[in-house]
């Protein structure tokens, strides 16, 4: 499996961005997706999951009615629209996809490389 995120950059703090994640080398159907979050001089966070199916979808508190995470089984893709960016939201974002477990277990087997968002204040 690999991933491939990209749609990052640099945003002035109000403003919005859309990431994306290509799932190649097997079914993405076959995978519960989310996206996580690292700040520079921070641990790696959770920020959203959404499930095989795309009917179920779970947000950290910090994002919830600013981001959508969404996914396009025919497409193999995954987003994440981010609206109103804060400054706090500045991180690399990673993708990450596991076959197994359900929506609420935060173990990942496969993760993308990382994209930069940077909302200016």
């Known amino acids: 499996v690999q991933l491939q995120a990209s749609g990052g950059g640099l945003v002035q703090a109000g403003g919005y961005l859309r990431l994306s994640c290509a799932l190649s080398?097997?079914?993405?159907?076959?995978?519960?997706m989310a996206w996580f979050r690292q700040a520079s001089g921070k641990e790696r966070e959770f920020v959203a999951v959404i499930s095989r199916s795309g009917g179920m979808t779970s947000y950290t508190q910090s994002v919830k009615d600013r981001f959508t995470i969404s996914r396009d089984n025919a497409k193999n893709t995954m987003f994440l629209q981010m609206n109103s960016l804060k400054p706090e939201d500045t991180a690399v974002y990673y993708c990450a996809a596991d076959q197994y477990g359900p929506v609420g277990s935060r173990a990942y087997t496969y993760w993308g490389q990382g994209t930069q968002v940077t909302v200016s204040s």
């Open positions: 080398g097997r079914t993405f159907s076959d995978y519960r």
